[in-house]
């Protein structure tokens, strides 16, 4: 069994260099974006693309922060994915606590309806949505879009939630029952506490879905004070396309955040992002 | 048992608080999720009927959106072509997903020193925000850029490639950008295919004398049919209606000339215009080319619900 995954001294070296090879096809792009965002001037960045900077501008991230409005971005960002995070925690806890645990008539008919949310995507009905969201009054708002990216990831999370659910035994319950608990408290005291890892899965997927989402802001928001950074790199590109050095230090803002988190998380990261991608 | 020394009457009010309080968890989800996820999707059949600027009044015409689609030249062609990119798109995609996705896991399955910190190098990107990765790709490949000035630099190329400014190139390097940044996703599926083959069947396998390679090809690759499945499912359904690189890089007239054209894209541009002086935009038929695409990709992503459904 074992020889079959043992490698010699001589095989061992032929897979480190193709893991090289591919690690090298990974970092390569970062590593250019690092070197060229501390360049002074975007001529330098033509001339020698892996050349070390000279002099080494950190001030150009001070810049892209200031000047082209990358905080106030950064901002808007931040309360997309923060408000997305706690909308979707509670809203898709409790459903999914309901038709897991406290089914009614017509209870699978609602699960039903959350599947086919997971079977289409919600692009492809972005001409109703649009004519939705712009009747209740949130175009260009941050309401709005938050409550639309939301709503996007619930199908998703009610699903990981629901069948996490599955799993936790239902003795507490009972005995909690029994002494009279009503389902809020059920919910607060017993369920919650339990589905802790299933939550957090959900948090992280939607933190990282409504930082990253580029599609749903670019359809509602129109005034910049409301964009977030994915729609601020795409003004940002309009306006320096030229400003190599700029647009560089423009994207490590926008990735650095997601690096550092995934840096200290990675584990994490892997195993929440792939059951997330399974269940979309 | 306390719920004995109960008076019927409380018994009454604490079926009634329950079923108030179930009301009242559920309401918050259901709400949020239909009127900005469901509604939109049901609204997609009656929004198909009319003819519609997207302000203004609706007219009703009946299937006309539909046979337009599929039988105006105007509308026929931009969709045949749009699919038929969108089909090469998904295959590149799909194509090195299998290939360099297996050939890496297989790979990482092995006693490889330092496999540990190569998953987590390999799966760096994902996280990262499309947008980010489009453009530092974009720079990356832009003729002015990092790999054409190495390619010259080494006597590869006599003159930087265009690779997203040629009509021949553009498709497919926005497809390998995809893959680039998607690849430690594929990487990880297959990986934990490959880990969950039964260890008694390799054991056998090597007492029948079977060398590594056998080994692997008749016991794990067969093993690994279902990982594969579910990689194309998913990203088929992804990319018959994601186009944000697209969009990003090359807005929604999908150039050079149209030639990175794809669903995702053509969908936008019917809705909202390629450029900011269009004139026809038809909501009307934005809704009947959601709805063709999500009958396209239907079959695929109805497998994808069922096996979550089984596993839930």
Sequence with gaps: ??????????????????????????????????????????????????GLPDPWTWSNFAKAWVNANFSQYFLNSTIIAVSCVIIVVFCASTTAFVLARMPFRGSTAVFICFLIGVIIPIRLALAPLFDIVRTLGLLDSLFGVILVQSASMMPVSVFILVSFMKNISVELEEAAKMDGALPFTVFWRIIFPLMRPAIATIALLTFVQAWNEYFLPLIFLQSESNYPLTLGLQRFNQQFAIQWHMMFAGILIMMGPTIIAFMLASKQFISGLTQGGVKE | MPSDTRSPRSKMSYRALERIQRTLLLTPGVLLYGIFNFLPLLALIPLSL???????????????????????????????????????????????????????????????????????????PYPMAGAAVAYLLDLFVHPRGPFNAVMVELGLV????????????????????????????????????????????????????????????NVVLPVLGPAFVLITVIVMVDVFNNADYILLIMGPEAGPLRSTDIMGTFLFRTAFGGSADTTDTNFGMAAAIGLLTALMILPAAIFLALRNLRNT
């Design chain 2, 50 to 124: 009319v003819k519609w600027p997207g302000i203004g009044p609706k007219e009703f015409v009946g299937l006309d959106n539909f046979a337009k689609v599929l039988t105006q030249p105007y509308y026929r062609d931009q969709m045949l072509n749009a699919l038929f990119q969108n089909v090469i798109f998904f295959v590149v995609i799909i194509g090195s997903f299998l290939i360099i996705g297996t050939a890496l896991a297989l790979l990482l399955s092995f006693r490889t020193w330092g496999r540990k910190s190569y998953q987590v190098l390999f799966f760096l």
């Design chain 2, 158 to 217: 006599d003159t930087p490639i265009p690779f997203l400014g040629s009509e021949d190139t553009a498709l497919v390097t926005m497809a390998l950008f995809y893959a680039w940044h998607r690849m430690g996703f594929a990487i990880m599926l297959i990986l934990s295919g490959i880990l969950a083959v039964r260890t008694d069947l390799l054991e056998a396998s090597q007492l029948d004398g079977a060398s590594r390679w056998q080994s692997i090809r």
């Design chain 1, 1 to 50: 069994m074992d020889k079959i995954f043992k490698l010699n001294k001589r095989e061992q070296l032929v897979v480190q260099f193709i893991m090289l090879a591919w690690v090298a096809v990974v970092l390569i792009p970062f590593g250019a974006a690092i070197i060229n965002a501390l360049k002074p001037n975007v001529g330098q960045v033509f001339r020698e693309p892996f």
